[in-house]
């Protein structure tokens, strides 16, 4: 968006005449020497800036310009053209050092130097900015609405002020694009929120899926911070973000990080597990989430640097409870839940929600909608587990806090409370049908990039095979030199009955395959490879985001889930029909070569499977940008609105027999609950 406008500016505005006149209209259109610079109207159709914050935009300025105007030259604002003269600087030995932040720079004659100084001198005044506009004390910053719009006020005017002081300062005529730059980040700063992301390291996926949460804010203008929270130590360095620079990187005196790799699904024996993520893991975990909070509650530079920061809103994945205690410390009024694999127990639970054990399976276990009595039994099983679990792990961080603080409010109702939507990476495709509510927003594939040509080598790859190519990776968290020799032995073999197709594989060995069809590469680019209509046949661990990759594109698959929240994957993907879906403990060289033969078709017969998996790219198309969008509007509402609680089930007045309709009293019901209507309305 920033690119396309300055493009704009570029070609429209490049070689003006100095700068004499400088007005607006009241359509809200910029005007330099007679011609039109900006007009905001334009935005409207622009990625990146919603109707809403268009709207905001374009108010911002037109409450702010005129009193500005009329305040510097005592003019009356509402003349259709107001002329503002710049005087010209006298220049001195001090105009040649940097300025301190918040001061304004001196303007250098060469353009680049004037682009510098005024993209530094807004930066830096920006931030100064922010935090004396936002700045309040706890009993100002509960006064509601009007408090936040003084704020915003304030800030709009202040950037508008900064804006026409780096005009009047400059030595020499400034270049129109210069202006562009200056008016650019008065216009894509206003209204911006103040986000905290909490970012906690559990694999690659994980990572990247918050990640492009942050950069999606980031790019909508708001000022975006990721909490960088190590976990998993062999993801430690990319943050999953190109765009957020402010970055918190965080670990705990209290855990130590190596212990991670004691986890089942970070060590080989993942293959021979029934599975890859137990009890005894989940509890391991738990420990590990419980150690890094107590080091930050005794961190008190930490939470006074993030109360410092003025946030409007919280963002982190429901791993567990802390991140709505340590938000709350911090003076985070909101929060907005995500999740990277799909609806799990804590957040039916949040929501009040009864999951239905008859015909929504844990995403933690190999069953689709369709189970049968003893797979049902077995999901019984599992969401009593994930009750008790739940209530154990919430109470130990509860204690962590209330130790610290005594009376700390109950983290389940602070989440509660506190958050109006919850971003899960699911779409149609990939999740089993199941109730939900309007404050469940799916916005799966919103993580998917734009594909890219292939370079050389893939390109080359993938033209080998006469009927195409095959593409297999287990992703990210297993490393391909844990894969036991029979496993792979498995693989191999069964690649050698398909030597019309290049085998492309991601593996971390050094030489190719001794088969001539096989290839092996230690990173592969999935998304463009899939996008390539080469490809036939994606062989998968089946996570979340390669599953929704190979569907965006059309590309069916045969899954061999490892562990965790891919044994579900798996199963829904078989019942949708376009994967076959097979065992890791059970898996041999005929199943493998019959479900590649089944999902590649017979003769030139595109498969029932393809079919499938082409039908959902159809209908899947356009839907990574279509779900940025929904992200960016859903945090924004958040942020800037008071609780939706008409989003929320209003469970508060039943107890149990009313719930489930044993309650012969209605009478009383009724007038207890008009009581508690009412008492909620005199309180709010």
Known sequence: MISAIIFAILSTTFARPPLENFHYDHNVTLILDGEKLINLDSFDHMEGINPNMANQLKKAIADALPSYLAEMHGHDHNTAADNIHHEESTHSPADDHPPAAGEIGPTSANQADDAFWIRTDLENFFVKIVTASTTSTPAQSNNGSSSAEDSRKIKNKALIELSFSLLRKARHQMPSVTIGITLLTLLTSTAALNVLIWSSTMGQSHINFIGNIADTLQKDGHNVTLLFVELDPDYTIDTGTKFVRHIIRYSSPYYNSADWRSLTFKRSVVFNSILGLNFIDLIKIQMYTYRICKGMLEDPRLIQLLRDSNFDLGVFEMFHSCPAGIMELAGIPKTMLVSAIGIGYQHYRLLGMERQSSFVPDNLIACGARMSFLERLYNVFINGCAYILAN??????????????????????????????????????TESTRPTLRSIQYIGGSAIRDPQPLDEDFDWILSRGAKGAILF???????????????RRVFLEAFREFPDYTILWKNDETENSSYPNIYYRSWVPQVDLLADGRVKLFITHCGMNSMQESLLFGVPMVTVPLFADQDSNGAVAAERGYAINLNKLTITKEKLVNAMRAVLGEDGMESTYTQKARQAARLLKGSPKEMRQLVKRVARISGTEPPLNHLK???????????????????????????RIASRSANS
Do not use: W
């Open 392 to 429: 154990i792990f919430e109470y130990c961080e509860q204690s962590l806090f209330e130790e610290k603080f005594p009376g700390f409010k109950r983290l389940h109702d602070l989440i509660r409370d506190k958050t109006d939507y919850m971003l899960i990476n699911t779409n149609e495709f």
């Open 473 to 487: 990776s287990l992703g990210s968290l297993v490393k391909p030199s844990d894969v036991p020799q029979p496993f």
């Open 649 to 675: 089930l209003d469970l508060d007045h039943l107890n149990g027999l009313q719930y489930y309709n044993l309650d012969p009293r209605k009478a009383n019901h009724g007038r207890l609950s008009a009581r």
